[in-house]
């Protein structure tokens, strides 16, 4: 009797049934891509590289929305630090001034050394640290340097500046402190370098005054305290390990900007980012991409693959800024796309049939021939043109998911789904 309702009930039932998953409601996905679960449980959702230190780590869909990807992103990861108990590495004097900075071997906050400046100049001309090694990082990221310091003569205040050699773009200055050792820490956010493009910020230990003064400084560290996170492996949720995978870092997409998690999906530069999956379109294939697009009027694809001979199957928006569907040698164009917004695309094509919906509308539905594409896998955020990547999207991908079939019958149900999700029509 069970059984039998259910079959009565047939698609009108999955339609109204509250909390199953996309791939309960039509499985055998040929890949399944999401932050969230298409499957109903916490699957391995993705590998993030954070940036400041390269560590890696796996996240499931449960990691992602609590905070445990972006603690692991913006752990405290100390990038440098000396204390001058065996050398001065990693501290360079500018040349050409009479400015000296030396290993003291009898003083020290730790230990029996300490670096000891001998400053006559107010200018940038002595560099101690060479921070173009520690601190080219983007904008937005936080660092703290931390030191201890004592002033030994003169009246000059220490400043500690963080710039480069012809311009200091912050600085703080510390007042002459009675010979104690005192610690000193000053947290910045890397944001000099927005819009001229120099990020190679050091930082450079001066006098306040042209006035002779000696400090000596000790137990010196840098450490970044958030980071940007970026995707390495987005795990394919449908049981068939086609994993999309970047092992390029410059072309892996953002998932932490700055510290904080990218709302809205996974985060395609529109340069060089993709996700390179091994799966082949298949003939008769249903396409499916929430995506949102940061720039109007070029193609940029969610996920695409051509072949030498210009057969395709490709899902995404192209230069007329509208939704299109690549197959067989031709495409389908459907409804609107405007940035900034997220959409959902649904695609189909097989022998005798194509279709796209654009945000729950079918926008096009023609006779049209399969994708004939044999031997270039999908990537995610262009198009894989024979080998090499093109129609890259500027924007963000939130979910893609490929049947080797046509799910026509499935179409409402599954866009039901992700309107649920993301609340986009
Ligand atoms: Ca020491
Ligand atoms: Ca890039």
Request: net charge negative; glycine share 10%.
């Amino acid at each position: 009797m069970h059984i039998s309702l259910d079959s009565a009930l047939g698609r009108q039932r999955r339609l109204n049934s509250v909390g199953e998953s996309v791939l309960q409601i039509a499985p055998n996905a040929a890949a399944a891509y999401s932050l969230r679960s298409l499957t109903g449980g916490d699957p391995k959702v993705v590998r993030v590289r954070r940036s400041s230190d390269n560590g890696e780590s796996d996240f499931t869909v449960s990691g992602v929305s609590s905070s445990a990807l972006t603690s692991f992103v913006n752990e405290d990861v100390e990038l440098f630090s000396n204390n001058f108990e065996t050398n001065t590495s990693g501290f360079t004097l500018n040349t050409g001034g009479s400015n000296v900075a030396v290993r003291n071997t009898s003083d020290g906050f730790s230990g029996s050394g300490c670096l000891q400046l001998n400053l006559t100049s107010s200018s940038n001309s002595i560099n101690t640290v060479k921070t173009d090694t520690y601190m080219k990082d983007t904008d937005g990221v936080i660092y703290t340097v931390s030191f201890y310091a004592k002033a030994i003569s003169g009246s000059a205040n220490l400043v500690l500046k963080i710039g480069t050699e012809s311009s200091s773009l912050q600085q703080i200055s510390f007042s002459e402190n009675g010979g104690e050792w005192v610690k000193y820490s000053l947290t910045f956010v890397n944001n000099f370098g927005a819009g001229g493009g120099n990020r190679n910020q050091r930082i450079l230990f001066a006098a306040s005054t042209n006035n002779t003064t000696e400090w000596r400084i000790d137990d010196f560290q840098i450490v970044q305290t958030t980071s940007n996170g970026f995707v390495e492996t987005w795990y394919d949720q449908s049981g068939n390990s086609k994993n999309a995978a970047q092992a390029t870092a410059g072309s892996q997409p953002k998932i932490v900007s700055a510290g904080a998690l990218v709302t809205g999906g996974i985060d395609f530069d529109g340069t060089n980012d993709v996700l390179e999956t091994s799966l082949i379109p298949p003939n008769a294939a249903t396409l499916i991409g929430v995506a949102s697009w940061d720039t109007a009027s070029s193609t940029q694809l969610i996920l695409g693959a051509r072949d030498s001979t210009d057969k395709r199957s490709y899902l995404g928006r192209n230069s007329s800024n509208v939704s299109v569907l690549g197959n067989s040698n031709g495409t389908l164009t459907g409804g609107s796309i405007s940035v900034e917004t997220n959409f959902v695309l649904f695609g189909v094509h097989d022998v005798g049939k194509r279709l796209l919906s654009t945000n729950g509308t079918v926008v096009s539905n023609t006779d049209g021939g399969a994708s004939n594409n044999t031997n270039q896998g999908y990537i995610i955020g262009a198009l894989n043109n024979a080998g090499t990547a093109n129609s890259f999207l500027n924007g963000k991908i939130a979910e893609v998911i490929v049947y080797a079939s046509d799910q026509s019958d499935n179409r409402v149900a599954i866009e039901t789904n992700i309107n649920s999700q993301y609340s986009i029509f």
